[in-house]
């Protein structure tokens, strides 16, 4: 059937007839405005990770848009290597920021990725694994619950432990060995499952909010998702938790599942709209920056448009959301006053976060207000860390060697907490301190776990 969010409004198309049918695919899908509003300047090149570690013109945004418009022009086939440059890109969307033209690069990728998604000849298995993921799980709340319940279990019943000692974990390729390594605690107890589906505002109510809890956010992080509630709480505001909402759809999206991403997006905002809420807030950059653009995502459907425009502008960033409208309680780093010295901290910006929620400020204003900290800038703190969704499974080679880079930076901060804003870059930065023995030194955690534990006086609900 088709999706009738699926289509994009294209103005000055080519009237071709592709042989190659991803070709016809990828010239229906794209938006070859976008395409030819590059004008080709190269401003964006310093700004992208795969360019900077190759030096290659393919692995640049400017590269991988002419690649784009070269095939909808029918100048080239989508062949392999076409296709390895699309999936090399991070999505991390740096080169938005820095493009005097205003080419929206993040929805060309997604446009690419969703129409060789269509023609893609996975094996049986890697079809099933999609089909079970995208399909199966992610947009199943209870499916996820039970998932992150039989999780808990392998990690707590000493089964892992059985798992490491069979030396079965070696079948596994060492990346993903790693990374199960530093997989937080599961839970089949979620925000709601522990909170409730309404909390109060400490003190006089500032606003109403509703959290965007997530999908392996509320399984992995769900401890995050609840010190977000107790946090926003302190600064005055009443959040609620719709039950009904769903994953945001950003994996779906950028494996070039779109219409699947659409059918979660239509969910979540009817489910948002009926929770009667000024503020939907997101404490993960990777989904925010998904849920900001749903009035995009949904323009083609008739029936949702107008609900994608309402929800689209009231998402924000739960640091920004502080700053701008909440009452900030106070924080004080403990250790300090032990130590007798400030305590070092730094951060590591979310891609998404900076580059499409507009959001890097508000974070580091924070950090600046924790009494007994010292907050130091790490260099390159606004470049990629190689996660990138699930790219860091997908693409280990490029994603480890963006790490290394990011590492030897945080290293030379000499801090003792490395902070984020989303789990994938969390389990990034665990991943890379992990690997450069500073476990003793340096701790990273999400920055609201963080200042939540830094309260001096709170309820404690
Ligand atoms: S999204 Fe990131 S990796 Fe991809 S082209 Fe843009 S800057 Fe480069
Ligand atoms: S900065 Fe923008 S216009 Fe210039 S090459 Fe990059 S994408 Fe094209």
Not at 226 to 242: D, R, Y
Not at 374 to 395: L, P, W
Request: hydrophobic share 40%; net charge neutral.
């Amino acid at each position: 059937m088709a999706n009738p969010g699926a289509s994009t409004t294209i103005k000055r198309k080519p009237d071709i007839q592709h042989a190659n049918p991803m070709a016809q695919t990828l010239l229906a899908k794209l938006d070859y405005d976008q395409l030819t509003n590059c004008m080709r300047c190269g401003f964006c090149l310093p700004a992208c990770p795969t360019f900077r570690e190759t030096g290659l013109e393919p692995e640049s945004p400017r590269g991988r848009i002419a690649l784009m418009k070269a095939v909808a022009d029918g100048l080239m086939d989508p062949d392999q290597a076409f296709q390895d440059q699309m999936n090399h890109c991070l999505g991390c969307r740096a080169c938005e920021p820095a493009c005097p033209a205003d080419v929206k690069y993040g929805q060309l990728i997604e446009q690419a990725r969703d129409a060789i998604e269509d023609h893609a000849e996975h094996s049986a298995p890697i079809k099933g694994i999609r089909k079970l993921m995208f399909k199966g799980v992610f947009p199943h709340q209870n499916r996820l619950k039970w998932l992150g319940r039989s999780l808990a279990l392998y990690q707590k019943s000493g089964l892992r432990k059985i798992a490491r000692g069979t030396g079965i974990m070696k079948l596994f390729p060492k990346h993903l060995r790693e990374m199960e390594q530093i997989l937080p605690d599961a839970t089949g107890k979620g925000v709601v499952e522990r909170l409730g589906t309404v909390y109060p505002a400490k003190g006089e109510k500032v606003a109403r909010v509703a959290l965007f809890r997530g999908c392996i956010m509320d399984v992995m992080f769900a401890d995050t998702n609840v010190n977000t509630v107790k946090l926003l709480s302190e600064a005055g505001f009443e959040v609620v938790i719709p039950e009904t909402q769903v994953c945001c759809g950003a994996l779906h999206a950028h494996s070039g599942e779109m219409d699947q991403a659409r059918d979660l997006a239509r969910v979540n905002v009817k489910a948002f709209r009926e929770a009667g809420v000024e503020y939907i807030v997101s404490n993960a950059g990777g989904c925010g920056a998904l849920l900001v653009e749903y009035d995009h995502l949904l323009s083609g459907d008739p029936e949702y448009r107008e609900l994608g425009e309402w929800f689209a502008p009231r998402v924000v960033d739960v640091s920004k959301l502080l700053v701008e409208k909440g009452r900030i309680p106070e924080f004080a780093e403990a250790d300090a006053a032990a130590a007798a010295a400030p305590v070092t901290i730094t951060y590591q910006d979310s891609c998404h976060l900076r580059n499409v929620m507009k959001s890097s400020t508000a974070p580091r204003e924070l950090m600046n207000q924790v009494t007994g900290a010292h907050f130091c800038e790490m260099k390159d703190s606004d470049r990629c860390c190689g996660s990138a969704g699930i790219y860091n499974v997908t693409q280990p080679e490029m994603a480890g060697q963006i790490l290394e880079h990011k590492m030897e930076h945080a290293n030379a901060t000499n801090a003792r907490y490395l902070l984020t804003s989303n789990p994938g870059c969390l389990l990034q930065m665990k991943h890379g301190i992990e690997k450069h023995g500073a476990k003793d030194r340096m701790e990273a955690m999400h920055i609201v776990d963080y200042l939540y534990e830094r309260i001096g006086e709170k309820d404690g609900r």
